[in-house]
């Protein structure tokens, strides 16, 4: 069998439920400063539905397909000896299920090896379930002394498989345990450097599954080459005072924006979508004179209106500032941060507070933009995150996502 049919097929069912590269906030709060909507409404419809319907950048997925081949070509190889897992990490903000599943589809390597998938969307509702969920699911109903097939495991998102409350690491501490016993299996698991570092810290799973691979950062060019479809389809300009701000006079401005994008996102997929929503606006031509639009017919007055209303430009991409917060706004978005996102029960359970008190903090939050939510569900809003994780760890917050 294909190895990765199974895993598209689930996908590809599952697919809306991974998130998406904009924000999709279900109750859509304003946000503290001018966004996207600076466009005509129907404008920014159609650009955020294009925007929705990206794929994952291009150098995500090829980086991703490479490292799983040579470490399932590692472990084939040497099955005993090599390390059978490999976990792919990437920012809080990040799709990482997403990614993963898309990386995964598009190999086409014939594998003679069945796969067992992870077959969750989100974390179960009951936390204390954990482990027995995952057995299920996981679990092969062999003691570990009989001899066992080759199989290989996948794990879209760790983070749905604990929660930081008193059982909720039952569920990670099975997984940790089962790596080791179970040579003829290979882990394939998707995570977000914040909670691998909590993880490590509570568990020592970095001692189990000795093999990472880190999401580098996309560059300028990599940005470009993923959102130009868009940028074509729609016709965006690029201010030519972004030129002359720079010295390099051979770079066109569309290649200085990309390399500010890139910059200012830290190279981040889900925050630089959000920066390229943000930084477009719609440059409205200048009215005509009452002679000049009497000589024109209706049909060349629809034409020009079509085309010159939407002469949509790029402003320098800017962060917008964190809002005030307090040290427990500090804990919400720290486990936000660290679970990828979370119900209101799954929230107050993780800080050990009362609902109705989590749940006016967290109305607080959303209402300044700082984080969103759909379908019941809290994240942290990308655009807020660079600043957000450099002001957590400021404050003593297990943060250190900055690899060498």
């Known amino acids: 069998m294909n190895l990765f049919r199974q895993f598209k097929n689930w996908y590809l069912q599952y697919r809306g439920l991974f998130g998406t590269w904009i924000s999709r906030d279900s109750k859509e709060p304003t946000p503290p400063e001018p966004t996207l909507a600076e466009l005509p409404h129907a404008i920014a419809q159609r650009i955020k539905i294009k925007t929705q319907e990206l794929p994952i950048p291009p150098a995500i997925a090829a980086t991703v397909r490479e490292a799983v081949n040579e470490a399932l070509e590692e472990w084939q190889e040497q099955p005993v000896l090599a390390t059978n897992s490999l976990v792919l990490l990437g920012n809080s903000v990040e799709p990482i299920a997403r990614i993963l599943s898309e990386s995964l589809e598009e190999l086409q390597d014939e594998i003679d090896i069945p796969i067992r998938l992870l077959q969750w969307v989100r974390r179960p509702a009951d936390p204390n379930t954990l482990q027995e969920k995952l057995v299920a699911q996981l679990g092969r109903g062999l003691p570990i002394e009989s001899k066992q097939q080759p199989e ?21 501490e099975y997984l940790r345990d089962n790596v080791l016993s179970e040579r003829s299996r290979f882990w394939i698991v998707g995570c977000s450097k914040i909670a691998w570092n909590y993880l490590n810290l509570v568990s020592k799973i970095e001692a189990y599954y ?75 031509p200048e009215e ?52 990828g996102n ?47 994780k450099t002001e957590l760890d400021g404050n003593n917050f297990l943060i250190a996502e900055d690899e060498d």
């Open 342 to 388: 979370l119900t209101l029960a799954h929230l107050a359970e993780s800080l050990g507070d009362d609902r109705a008190t989590v749940q006016s903090l967290v109305q607080i939050l959303r209402r300044s933009g700082a984080i969103e939510e759909q379908n019941h569900r809290f994240q942290v809003n990308p655009l807020y995150y660079p600043k957000l």
């Open 210 to 284: 000795q093999k990472q691979f880190f999401l580098d950062p996309l560059t300028g060019e990599q940005l470009q080459e993923w959102l130009t479809p868009i940028v074509e389809e729609v016709g965006i300009q690029f201010s030519k005072q972004q030129k002359q701000a720079e010295s390099k006079e051979e770079e066109s401005a569309k290649d200085i924006y990309f390399k500010q994008l890139a910059a200012v996102s830290e190279g981040i997929s889900s925050v630089a979508v959000q920066l390229f929503l943000r930084s477009l606006f719609c440059n409205t």
């Open 288 to 339: 005509k004179t009452d002679t000049e639009s009497k000589e024109k017919t209706d049909t060349e007055s629809e034409e020009e209106n079509n085309t010159e209303s939407e002469q949509i430009e790029t402003k320098i991409p800017v962060l917008p500032s964190l809002p005030g917060l307090s040290p427990d706004d500090d804990y919400i978005l720290y486990s936000l941060l660290l679970h």
């Open 152 to 172: 290989i495991v996948i794990i879209p998102n760790l983070s749905w498989c604990f929660l930081r409350s008193a059982e909720g690491l039952d569920g990670i």
